[in-house]
């Protein structure tokens, strides 16, 4: 399975962006797609997911301002990100969890969100 990020740049506070993630491969029907961002110095964070089943969550620092979607023909996962903030740049990664007998995780290499003030 390979993910194909696309979608960042630079934009400036209160400016919106949208980020989506293709998947190629065969995931498994139980899947749950989802967002995570790394900012310089921190940990990888969760942002959102989304299941095969349209449940989603959010962190909380972003709740109310990102929507996660999908579309199950595609396999694709976006985020829309509304009202940036300076402290959401960070390289967004898309992950994908393929769960079956085992859970199969995968990673798209990544896609930069800088935000100015």
């Known amino acids: 399975v390979q993910l194909q990020a696309s979608g960042g740049g630079l934009v400036q506070a209160g400016e919106s962006l949208r980020l989506a993630c293709a998947a190629s491969?065969?995931?498994?029907?139980?899947?749950?797609m989802g967002w995570y961002r790394q900012a310089p110095g921190n940990q990888r964070e969760l942002v959102a997911t989304i299941s095969n089943g349209g449940y989603t969550d959010y962190a909380d620092s972003v709740k109310g301002r990102f929507t996660i979607s999908r579309d199950n023909a595609k396999n694709t996962v976006y985020l829309q990100m509304n009202s940036l903030k300076p402290e959401d740049t960070a390289v967004y990664y898309c992950n994908v969890q393929s769960i079956g007998v085992r859970t199969y995780v995968y990673w798209g290499q990544g896609t930069q969100v800088t935000v100015s003030s």
């Open positions: 491969g065969r995931i498994f029907s139980v899947n749950i």
